[in-house]
């Protein structure tokens, strides 16, 4: 998971969710809708802002599934974001875009692997409609993310999956891998977080790759890499055996951790360097 700062506009102040909602509420025709929808602004505004509230303290989770909003409808309310806030004429589109183009290289915060091409409801708008526009409840994502999650929301603590704008678990290394002796090799992925951090955030960060399927996306990748760079490492076993190939999965690891400790690569190459059997040889296909 990669931390994102929380969404901002071109000015690069932080979106407001009311503002937001009246942009997209602007766009609706019928005078008595768009009256119903005004009417319940300062509702998406204090949700919102219990919204930031409890996702700094973890507690996402206590937040309650709704059909309707004051006198609006759930499916009214998920209307202002299907209608007025994805199309791309709509006067709501210019802020998804913004939030859409927020990750460098435009890369998944929710698998580090994946293009962003959508805007996920970290709590889904079928079941919060409150939150269909609200900026920091849209999270770029990319298709393998969106379509794992789904409409899953957490009901306890612990199956609270990793927010991109309110957890930062950059800083430490939580991702880990094990190589799986084969022909090929194979790679295992798994958190395996610091033993000082707490009982709930390790829980957490289990669920995140559970609950995504992380570990099946990582692995895959991690085979496709092996088979690029098997030739460089059979080569270097001839010239130089266990030891060569190890000091260069050791630079390649410097490389990957600088840009991001806990990408799926810099976990395959962790486990790579410290499997005898990988640099002896593992790693050649018979």
């Known amino acids: 998971m990669r931390h994102l700062p929380l969404p901002t506009d071109d000015n690069e102040d932080i979106f407001a969710a009311d503002d937001v909602f009246e942009t997209c ?8 809708l768009r009256a119903q929808l005004r009417a319940i602004s300062q509702d998406v505004k204090t949700e919102a802002a219990d919204y930031d509230v409890k996702a700094a303290k973890m507690q996402l989770y206590l937040k309650q599934p709704h ?20 199309p791309k004429t709509s006067k709501g589109r210019p802020i998804y875009d913004r939030i859409m183009s927020a ?33 920091h409840n849209l999270i770029p994502a990319c298709e393998w993310c969106q379509g794992e999650k789904l409409e899953y929301y957490p ?52 669920a995140h790759l ?16 092996l088979s690029e760079i098997r030739a460089r490492l059979m080569n270097l076993h001839q010239k130089g055996g266990e030891n060569a190939v190890r000091i260069h999965l050791y630079e390649e690891l410097a490389s ?9 690569a810099a976990a395959m190459y962790r486990a790579a360097v410290a499997s005898d059997w990988f640099c002896n040889g593992g790693f050649k296909e018979t």
């Open 25 to 32: 509420v602007s766009m609706v025709k019928k005078p008595t």
């Open 210 to 225: 559970e609950e995504l399927n992380l570990p099946v996306l990582f692995s895959s990748n991690a085979g496709s890499r």
């Open 103 to 135: 990750p460098v290289h435009r890369r998944c915060p929710l698998c580090g692997i994946g293009t962003v091409n959508t805007l996920d409801h970290y709590l889904p708008k079928t079941h919060f409609p409150i939150f269909s526009v609200t900026p």
């Open 67 to 86: 059909n309707h909003v004051g006198g609006v409808s759930g499916d009214e309310m998920v209307k202002v974001y299907t209608l007025r806030m994805v």
């Open 256 to 264: 990957i951790e600088a840009d991001h400790m806990n990408s799926w």
């Open 155 to 206: 009901t306890t603590m612990g199956g609270q999956l990793l927010h991109p704008y309110f957890d930062n678990v950059d800083n430490e290394v939580w991702l880990a891998s094990e190589v799986v002796a084969g022909v090929p090799a194979g790679f295992r992925y798994f958190a395996a977080p610091p033993d000082h951090w707490i009982p709930l955030l390790k829980t957490r960060v289990a």
